[in-house]
């Protein structure tokens, strides 16, 4: 099938989803997650292939964790379903109603994108969360996964277009193209009679590409340069917990630490504490001058670390003179996605929240929060860094439009 006859598809089953109801959407994404879970063995050994070639391909283990499925984490894929089904729908909400003057009323109200566009790398469970969050925000949707999860995003759609089926709607509420080739997506980037939409989800590269080659509309996500400050009034104890979940709990994910900051104030005494905790979690430190004496281990930055996301078992370390100076550091060197400080301050923490522009700022907390499932919204479609529409983790409402009815009694202009 070419792109152009899945977006008349996608087109046609996104008009059949404008019209059933939530109990039917929730029967369907039932039924998904029930045939995720029977599958098990045939994602597993999908899996199984793309692991294989990437290791043949010298593919880095924190990436190799991302791409990885176990049956717990195929459970983990069908709960992630069902707790979408368990949520709220958000179409047919009225998000405000008035009458004019003239006896008009007026109510605007949720209704679905139409056909979303998703363009993503290597986590094969972006295709589950993915069709579970379009589906029941009432959109139809067209995927495009990467070539190292192909076997696994092959698997794991046919499972969810067989739910589907079951349930009683169409297969092509959910489609997965079949090629990862470069000028595949470009044509799906172009794709503006279909697509409503377009939804990039990986690296920088990646966002890159579709931001500068799309025609059809953007909402740029993922990419993930935070950063962790530790005020002079941090509590130590807990600044070394933070920190090394912050970086070590799952490195390669866009919401993972990069780049450590710390008051000069107390560096002297953090540092140490900081980095032995850090060095027992595996993680290798780029460190600044005055950082450097103070980190065992660690090697000398330079300027593109600070830039850097590693995605890997690797963090940034340097000490800055104020917090001014640190906000400055993650207005220069961030991307807008989440950042933190400890400390036990509240003008710092207040001052710290005003000043940094991103779409999560934290007080002593990690940003590994930052993610659908963490913030309530069950699964995620992505963290949109970007301000209009949708900003931060993505969940059913931002998989939404609004429309305007209008109803009267005879009125004309």
Sequence with gaps: MTLTEM???????????RTVSTAQKNAALTAIAARLEADTDVILAANAEDLARARENGMRES???RL?????RIRA??????????LGDPIGEITDGYCRPNGLRIQKTRVPLGVVGIIYEARPNVTSDAAALCLKSGNAVILRGGKEAFSSNTAVAMSIRTGLQEAGLPADCVQLLDKTDRETAAQMMRLNDYIDVLIPRGGAGLIRSVVENATVPVIQTGVGNCHVYVDKDADLEMAAKVVVNAKASRPSVCNAAETLLVHRDIADKALPLLSAALREANVSLRCCERSLPLCEGAVA????????????????VRVVDSLDDATAHIARY??????????DSHKAAESFTLQV??????????????????FGMGAEIGISTQKLHARGPMGLTELTSVKYIVYGDGQVR
């Design 334 to 343: 961030g991307t807008g996605h989440s950042e933190c400080i400890l400390t």
């Design 68 to 72: 990885s499925l176990t049956a717990d």
């Design 357 to 374: 522009d991103s779409a999560a700022v934290y007080v002593n907390a990690s940003t590994r929060f930052t993610d659908g499932g963490e």
């Design 7 to 17: 977006g008349v598809c996608a087109k046609q089953a996104a008009a059949v989803l």
């Design 63 to 65: 990436l190799i964790d």
């Design 301 to 316: 930055a330079t300027e593109e670390d600070w830039a850097t996301e590693y995605g890997d078992y690797i963090m940034a």
């Design 77 to 86: 894929m069908a709960n992630g379903v069902r707790e979408v089904a368990a």
